[in-house]
């Protein structure tokens, strides 16, 4: 038993390790607005979800998510908002790829997890990373109509208005910036999962014939 807790623990370590490192590599992406910074945080929780399941997945969500806070450069809004994505990200699509443990079940499960990250990512930008960064910054409605118009396709939606900014963000910036993350997430998942699973499989397989021995 100590040694199955170790390996549990190991893998948590291992995930949560890889997650922190690539959080802090995020970057901004022009023209997309500079407060929309790309980082594949979620990768590692999501392949730990798969290999050892959906409440795992969460916690190294969770994980991650206390030791950056220390290093928060937006009063842990940033952060919360991240972890709300990542936690129910993780979450659902470890919980499809858990239940249906097929080829089609692991596709399902990132197509499920991709609608989930560009949900997710619509209402913590609505509600929690907009709102604090124009209230911390004093940015005024038509301040925030500046930064939507410098977004080349941003008036295919439309003319940007003090009225309807926000819908216009969220179809032209939020939308496609985290529809485009949790794509290349999904089909980095794709490529590496079964090499990651198999390697841990191979460890809980020689612990599983140590215990017999024994």
Not at 7 to 36: D, H, N, Q, R
Not at 66 to 78: D, E, N, R
Not at 180 to 187: E, F, K, L, Q, R
Not at 193 to 202: E, G, L, P
């Amino acid at each position: 038993m100590k040694k199955r807790l170790i390996l549990i623990i190991t893998k948590i370590g291992i995930f949560s390790a890889l997650s922190i490192v690539l959080y802090f590599l995020k970057f901004p992406i022009p023209p997309f607005p500079s407060f929309l910074k790309i980082q594949f945080s979620n990768l590692p929780a999501l392949i730990g979800g798969f290999v050892m399941g959906p409440l795992y997945g969460v916690l190294i969500v969770l994980i991650r998510t206390l030791i950056v806070m220390p290093f928060s450069q937006s009063q842990y809004v940033g952060e919360f908002a991240d972890l709300m994505i990542g936690g129910v990200v993780v979450f659902t699509s470890a919980l499809v790829y858990r239940t249906l443990k097929t080829k089609k079940g692991g596709l399902l499960s990132l197509f499920v997890s991709t609608i989930a990250w560009v949900l997710m990512g619509v209402v913590t930008n609505k509600f929690i990373t907009v709102p604090f960064y124009m209230r911390v910054y004093h940015m005024t409605d038509e301040m925030f109509v500046d930064i939507i118009n410098a977004v080349p396709w941003a008036h295919y939606f439309g003319e940007v208005t003090t009225e309807n900014y926000m819908n216009i963000y969220i179809l032209s910036c939020v939308i496609p910036f985290n529809l485009m993350i949790s794509i290349v997430v999904s089909i980095i998942t794709l490529l590496v999962y079964k090499r990651v699973s198999n390697i841990f499989h191979k460890l809980d397989d020689k612990l599983t014939s140590q215990e017999e021995n024994n």
